[in-house]
C-alpha cells in the first residue's frame, strides 16, 4: 500500500493545474514629470489676494469678502478662457477691470437717485484701490507716459519711418518699454496718436 503522501502527488499530478502567472512581479510605469517652472505657479498678487480672502473671513468684514470674491471669481473663470492668469500684470489689469465695472455700476445708481447702492460701490472701489496700490506692480499714468512715447516717436521718425507706419512702429517700440507694467492700453493708443499727429 502506497503512503498517503504519494498518492496525494500522483492526484496532483493527474489534475490539470492552473496556469502560472507569467506577468512579471514589478510592473514599470510611465515615469510621471514633474514641473518646476514658475510658469505654474499663481502670480504673488493672486496667493496675497488668497491670504486676504482668509483675513477677511475671520474677520467677517463683509465688503472686502465680496470684492474678493469677484476678483476670485474672474481669476477662476479666465482660467477655463485661453488667456489664463499667469502674471500680476495680468491679475492687476482684471481688477482695473472689475474697477471700471464697479465705477459705472456707482454712476448709474446715483443716477438713479439710489444712493445706498453708489455708496456701497465707492467702498468698492476704495477697497480695489488699495489692493491695486499694494500690487507690486508698477503704474503709469499720463505724466509718465508721456516721455516714453515722446521718446519712441523721436527714434521711429529718426529711423525714417513712413507717416503712414509711424502709430504702428511707435507702439512697437514702446512694447518692451511698457512689459510688466500697469498700463491702460486705450490711453496709450490715443497719446500715441495724439504725439504723432494722427
Do not use: C
Request: charged content about 30%.
Amino acid at each position: 500500500m502506497a503512503p498517503k503522501h504519494s498518492t496525494r502527488l500522483l492526484a496532483a499530478l493527474r489534475w490539470p493545474q492552473p496556469a502560472r502567472q507569467t506577468a512579471p512581479r514589478h510592473v514599470l510605469r510611465a515615469p510621471r514629470f514633474y514641473s518646476t517652472a514658475s510658469d505654474d505657479a499663481p502670480p504673488p498678487f493672486l496667493q496675497k489676494l488668497k491670504g486676504e480672502l482668509k483675513s477677511a473671513m475671520r474677520a467677517r468684514d463683509a465688503p472686502r469678502l465680496s470684492v474678493l470674491r469677484a476678483i476670485m471669481s474672474a481669476s477662476l473663470n479666465a482660467s477655463k478662457t485661453s488667456a489664463p492668469i499667469k502674471t500680476d500684470v495680468q491679475l492687476v489689469t482684471l481688477v482695473r477691470k472689475i474697477q471700471k465695472n464697479s465705477q459705472d455700476a456707482a454712476a448709474e445708481a446715483k443716477a438713479a437717485g439710489r444712493d445706498d447702492l453708489a455708496e456701497k460701490e465707492s467702498e468698492q472701489i476704495r477697497i480695489l484701490d488699495e489692493y491695486l496700490s499694494g500690487s507690486g506692480v508698477q503704474s503709469l499714468r499720463e505724466a509718465e507716459l508721456k516721455p516714453l512715447i515722446q521718446d519712441a516717436v523721436e527714434a521711429s521718425k529718426s529711423a525714417g519711418t513712413a507717416a503712414k507706419s509711424l502709430v504702428g512702429d511707435v507702439m512697437k517700440r514702446l512694447a518692451a518699454a511698457l512689459e510688466g507694467k500697469d498700463v491702460d492700453r486705450k490711453q496709450v493708443a490715443n497719446l500715441v496718436k495724439q504725439l504723432t499727429g494722427q
